[in-house]
Nanobody, 121 residues
Framework: QVQLVESGGGLVQPGGSLRLSCAAS????????MGWYRQAPGKQQRELVA????????NYADSVKGRFTISRDNAKNTVYLQMNSLKSDDTAVYYC??????????????WGQGTQVTVSS
């Protein structure tokens, strides 16, 4: 059974920082891309925040460039999102996503359960 478990969300004032973590566990052999998406209040779709390939190449949404940093620890099967200079527009449920590779060489994308980030004074 595969799980992606997120942590680190919460309430923060504008201009503050938070660090999200997402750890993958289960019967897979490796992880390709890991990333973070978010769904803002009242919006039906999740939007990409940042992704990082197994080789470490990051990709960011324009709205978070220069403020957010994605990183991963392959030994721990964990991806992180350091969020600085947070704005009220960053308020959303943040979801972890990972492409897991299995012994059969097939791969599937999995989602975490989501963690709430609220930016408010």
């Amino acid at each position: 059974q595969v799980q992606l478990v997120e942590s680190g969300g919460g309430l923060v004032q504008p201009g503050g920082s938070l660090r999200l973590s997402c750890a993958a566990s289960g019967s897979f052999v490796s992880i390709n891309v890991m990333g973070w998406y978010r769904q803002a209040p009242g919006k039906q779709q999740r939007e990409l925040v940042a992704t990082i390939a197994s080789g470490g190449s990051p990709n960011y949404a324009d709205s978070v460039k220069g403020r957010f940093t994605i990183s991963r620890d392959n030994a721990k099967n964990t991806v992180y999102l350091q969020m600085n200079s947070l704005k009220s527009d960053d308020t959303a449920v943040y979801y972890c996503n990972a492409e897991l590779v299995f012994r059969s060489r097939s791969s599937l994308y999995y989602w975490g359960q989501g963690t709430q980030v609220t930016v408010s004074s």
